[in-house]
């Protein structure tokens, strides 16, 4: 066609790449991410794995998603519904399109939608479309399949490969479709396959045959969109996920305070990257080490610890469990860990690829006597550095196990981040035993102050001592069964956490009049500011407080929470966050939302569901359970 489409402006757009596991949605997922954050575009991502990884080729159980937020400005969702899916399958089709908008534009290749590929998308009838309700004229209906392998023809890659690259046709396609340089596409493709620069140049091939495809037949749209960024703050950015973010701010911790960094790990869905991410830094002093199982790396960590490196293991909830008598070991011993618990559907083995924030209690209270640790929870991908390093702060300076929480949406999901100078990230000073208490040390001689005991590195002399996971005495260091010793000893590490000074709790909105509190922790952050946002612009007054510290506590926690008649503790369990703060904060009776599929909160629905609490009548009163506050 030789006339020219309108090109829209947009402020934002959300786009999902489906197909089969293996068809590479997240690979196109991740570079469409890559090239709008290199423009200076908000993003925000979610790749939805199928938590049947073996499931058979073109089967509903075997779905993978990847959803992008693409704004002007900044943007804190993956979005609720998309502007634009690709379905490369009868099956992604069938189990995708709920997830797109009613004037969605859906871009299929129709070379698998055939009898055997709808057969095993469970449709009733070969016109798949009615049978969704899905407006034809909508659909962007092209043979990816026939094209690739023509475009490929002469490139001497067997038919398995081929059909590997039809992802980069979609991606091209929705290049043309946002205007997008693709300049951009094939910088990122020669770096990704460097030592395979034939892979790179028919990857790039294809992505330039499907953008052409859509310049040329206008690909039954009525105009292609462009996203110009709003603001643009100087600096050097890159696109991160939570799971890297979290391994980069370990290695910045450690440089900050002069130490080696150690993480002792057992593969696990979706922590792996962790692993993954530092093993490749062994030029920054980062050891890393495999480990046959839970607790041989929770174990090896505390060694690392006790040898006086900054020590780190990294799992899910169910590793947590395993992890438990070994963490209780660094408890007692007063040793620096940090413990990463990427979150993952439960319980059990339960949903693997799936997020949830359902081990709260469990890093709270999940291990024998008393046993307090600091715990601290991620807001986003890019947040988990800072967390990362705030964890690895605590535990350095008041000796103690941390706790990160960060869950499977975060980890796996990205967003732009802005590179820091590493000067001016806060100072770290690990709390080593002082040159006075040579010859006279023992393992537990503390700040009078903060509580916490002194580090002295084993084989340095005159600071000989034993640790172990019996008690001991505090003032001796030998072992001691005295109940006023035990009872001295469970208080002391308690006044140590507690003691740890963090920042207030912070409120954002309408914090003076609001007529409801939002309150969250951890990675619905963005979801719950953006419900806030939301009411507003429908006239409420709405506030939200999200929980960044959860142990201790931020000191203006009950001050704060009562100061509104109406608060609604909104997680992704079954209200883990409520009734702790039921439990420390007198006479707080807060509404409960909670839910538990193993996907990120709709904010459509958080809406409907608060504004429900705003307009009603119901006023709590003392006594009955909290069944009666859950929405």
């Known amino acids: 066609m030789s006339e020219e489409l309108e090109v829209k402006e947009l402020e934002q757009v959300v786009v999902r790449f489906s197909g089969d596991s293996g068809d590479g949605m997240q690979l196109a997922g991740n570079i469409f991410s890559t090239i709008s954050a290199t423009v200076g575009n908000g993003i925000s991502t979610f790749p939805d794995y199928p938590a049947d990884i073996r499931a058979p080729q073109g089967s509903l159980t075997g779905v993978s998603g990847f959803q992008v937020h693409i704004g002007a400005g900044k943007v804190y969702t993956p979005g609720d519904k998309c502007d634009v899916l690709v379905a490369m399958n009868a099956a992604a089709l069938k189990t995708q399109y709920k ?3 009613p004037q969605a534009t859906i871009i299929i290749d129709t070379d698998s939608f055939g009898p055997n590929d709808l057969k095993k998308a469970e449709f009733k009838t070969d016109d798949y479309l009615a049978e969704l309700n899905i407006d034809q004229d909508r659909v962007v209906a092209c043979p990816i399949t026939k094209m690739v392998k023509d475009c490929l023809a002469d490139s001497g890659m067997d038919n398995k490969a081929v059909l590997k690259c039809r992802n980069m046709f979609a991606l091209g396609l929705v290049c043309w479709l946002f205007n997008r340089d693709l300049s951009l596409v094939e910088n990122f493709l020669h770096e990704k396959f460097a030592k395979k620069p034939a892979i790179a140049e028919n990857n790039i091939k294809v992505v330039n045959a499907g953008y052409n495809y859509g310049h040329n037949v206008h690909a039954s749209v009525p105009a292609t969109y462009r996203i110009e960024s709003t603001h643009k703050e100087p600096g050097r950015y890159m696109d991160i996920t939570g799971n890297k973010a979290t391994a980069y701010g370990l290695i910045a911790a450690a440089e900050r305070a002069g130490l080696k960094l150690y993480l002792g790990s057992y593969p696990i869905t979706p922590a792996t990257d962790i692993l993954h991410e530092l093993s490749k830094h062994k030029s920054l002093g980062v050891i890393t080490v495999q480990c ?5 790396a929770c174990a090896s960590a505390i060694g690392a610890s006790f040898a006086g490196a900054l020590a780190a293991t990294s799992t899910s909830g169910p590793g947590i469990c395993l992890k438990s008598e070994a963490l209780n070991l660094a408890v007692i011993d007063e040793l620096p860990l940090v413990v990463i618990d990427v979150q993952r559907g439960g319980p059990s083995t339960g949903l693997p690829t799936k997020s949830e924030q359902t081990d709260l209690l469990q890093v709270l209270y999940g291990r024998n006597g008393e046993s307090p640790m600091p715990v601290i929870a991620a807001l986003s991908p890019t947040d988990c550095f800072d967390a990362a390093y705030q964890a690895a702060k605590i535990a350095l300076e008041h000796l103690t196990p941390v706790v990160l929480l960060t869950d499977a949406f975060i980890a796996n999901g990205s967003a732009a981040w802005k590179l820091p100078n590493i000067d001016d990230l806060p100072e770290i000073h690990p709390h080593y035993a002082t040159p006075k208490q040579k010859y006279s040390y023992t393992p537990y001689l503390r700040d009078n102050k903060t509580k916490v005991r002194y580090w002295a590195i084993p084989g340095t002399p005159g600071y000989t001592h034993i640790l172990g996971g019996l008690e001991k005495d505090g003032q001796t260091g030998a072992i001691s069964t005295e109940p006023e010793n035990h009872d001295k000893m469970d208080h002391l590490r308690w006044e140590k956490v507690a003691n740890i000074q963090l920042p207030d709790l912070e409120v954002q909105g309408d914090k003076d009049d609001a007529d409801l509190l939002i309150v969250g922790f951890g990675s619905t952050y963005g979801h719950l500011y953006s419900a806030m946002k939301e009411l507003q612009k429908k006239g409420h007054k709405v506030a939200l407080a999200q929980f960044k510290y959860i142990n201790p506590l931020p000191k203006n926690t009950a001050e704060t929470l009562l100061r509104y008649k ?29 839910q538990v599929k193993g996907q990120p909160f709709v904010v459509s ?12 009548d119901d006023q709590p009163t003392p006594g009955g359970t909290f069944d009666s506050r859950v929405l």
């Open 99 to 101: 997830f797109a908008k």
């Open 292 to 296: 046959e199982d839970e607790i041989s």
């Open 566 to 594: 109406k608060v609604v503790v909104a997680e992704q369990n079954l209200g883990q966050l409520a009734a702790l703060l039921r439990i420390r904060i007198n006479g707080f009776i807060p509404y409960q939302y909670n």
């Open 605 to 616: 629905e958080l809406v409907k569901e608060f504004e429900r609490v705003i307009i009603s």
